[in-house]
Every structure is written in C-alpha cells, then in structure tokens.
C-alpha cells in the first residue's frame, strides 16, 4: 500500500520560509518521480516542482528563485524548501509520486498560509 505524508504546513509572514516533507511508503523510491502541486482556493491545480530519479529538476515561473525541490532516497523523502513566500503562495501543497510504471499516488495535503 503505497502512501505519501506530507508535513511542514502552516501559517508564516510574507518574506519567510518553510520547508516541506512528503515521506513516501509502499514503494521503490529511487525509481519513482516526485512533484510538489499546489491548489489554491478557487484556482486549479498547478506543478509547482518535480524532481526526476537522477536528480533533475523543473519549477514553475512563480517559483523559481525561491523554492528547491530535492529528494533523499535512503529517508524516502521528498523535500520542498520555500523562501521568500508571499501571500500568493496560500495553498494546499500536495505531493505526487510517478512510479515506471506510470501509476501516480497523491498525499493528502499540506495547508500552507503566507500572511501580508
């Protein structure tokens, strides 16, 4: 049974930072693609960082500068490092596993609150 956990949501003031976590189970990590995803009220769902299994990475124009995607394969964790938010930022940040064989798995969500 495959599950992805995320944490390190909550409330900050414009300008800080956060780091979040998605701790994957239930599948091979070093083989599965991982992406951050954010949706915000009444918006779609958008790519906000995928990372590859070699490492490489792709950010959303209104990140990049500001947020690092990286993974660790022996803690089966998948990293978002968020600096400089804004209050544009306020969404529920979701992580996304893509295993080789295509089959995707969502976490339940992080609540993620930037304050002006």
């Known amino acids: 049974q495959v599950q992805l956990v995320e944490s390190g949501g909550g409330l900050v003031q414009a300008g800080g930072s956060l780091r979040l976590s998605c701790a994957a189970s239930g599948l091979t990590f070093s083989t599965t693609a991982m992406a951050w995803y954010r949706q915000a009220p009444g918006k779609q769902r958008e790519l906000v960082a995928s990372i590859t299994t070699g490492n490489s990475t792709n950010y959303a124009d209104s990140v990049k500068g500001r947020f690092t995607i990286s993974r660790d394969n022996v803690k089966n964790t998948v990293y978002l490092q968020m600096s400089s938010l804004k209050p544009d930022d306020t969404a529920v940040f979701s992580c996304?596993?893509?295993?080789?064989?295509?089959?995707?798995?969502w976490g339940q969500g992080t609540q993620v609150t930037v304050s002006s």
């Open positions: 996304r596993a893509t295993t080789l064989r295509r089959y995707s798995y």
